[in-house]
């Protein structure tokens, strides 16, 4: 992979990540938000590209994806988790299925916790963990679907099993940070190193007591819908 972006909606805190092959000039965005859909189209015209894949690390609460409308504008095969409930996605995956886009080799990892739709990207030495593991924190666990238990096996038996020197990319940060690496997260993070517990983890899960995301009766079902609207 000669390509990497990493792209920022700041009123959403959303990571959106470019990932291209130079050779062949196919491309994929993980996590696109509509908002911001120009932005992303004209950096892939201004760095020669081809948009072949939109993958999805699950379906958002906080923000509308632009995946539909990149599908509709530059023919990208739109790719969610077979678990998502995203029915227009034009490829559901599964656990240990590998997308190929040029020399790039894709490993998708379930990872559901956060949602039970949730999917990480493994491509060489990143990993794109979505809402599953934050850098020194998880994804919450207190809706659509989500379970902590699932989500601390899926961050101690997937995440953390990957060598230490692999990069981590979320799907959001909130303080200011854009990479961190799984060795990094099992010294440091807040809610799950690599000595807590099953119990501690859901103990801590169920005592955030959070608000709402703010468009969540928007961003869920225009997501469920490839970001159709209405």
Do not use: W
């Amino acid at each position: 992979m000669d390509i990497f972006r990493q792209l920022f909606d700041s009123e959403s805190h959303t990571y959106t990540y470019l990932l291209a092959d130079s050779l062949s000039r196919q491309a994929v965005l993980i996590d696109p938000v509509l908002e911001l859909l120009d932005r992303d189209l004209t950096l892939i015209q201004q760095l020669d590209l081809v948009l072949s894949y939109v993958l999805e690390t699950h379906a958002h609460a906080d923000h509308v994806t632009s995946a539909g409308e990149l599908r509709s504008r530059t023919n990208a095969v739109t790719v969610a988790s077979s678990a998502s409930g995203v029915s227009c996605a034009d490829q559901k995956v599964v656990d240990q299925q590998t997308l190929h886009v040029g020399n790039i080799n894709i490993l998708v990892l379930s990872t559901p916790g956060h949602t039970n739709g949730c999917v990480s990207y493994y491509v060489g030495n990143r990993v794109f963990t979505g809402d599953a593991l934050c850098i020194r924190s998880a994804g919450r666990t207190d809706f659509q679907g989500g379970s902590p238990s699932v989500l601390y096996h899926s961050i101690r038996e997937k995440l953390y099993r990957l060598p230490d020197e692999t990069l981590v990319y979320p799907a959001h940060d909130y303080q200011g940070m854009t990479v961190s690496t799984i060795g990094e997260e099992k010294r440091f993070n807040r809610r799950i190193n690599a000595t807590t517990t099953e119990s501690e983890f859901v103990n801590l899960m169920n005592s955030l007591n959070l608000p709402e995301p703010k468009k969540i009766m928007t961003a869920l079902p225009a997501n469920l819908n490839c970001g159709k609207v209405g």
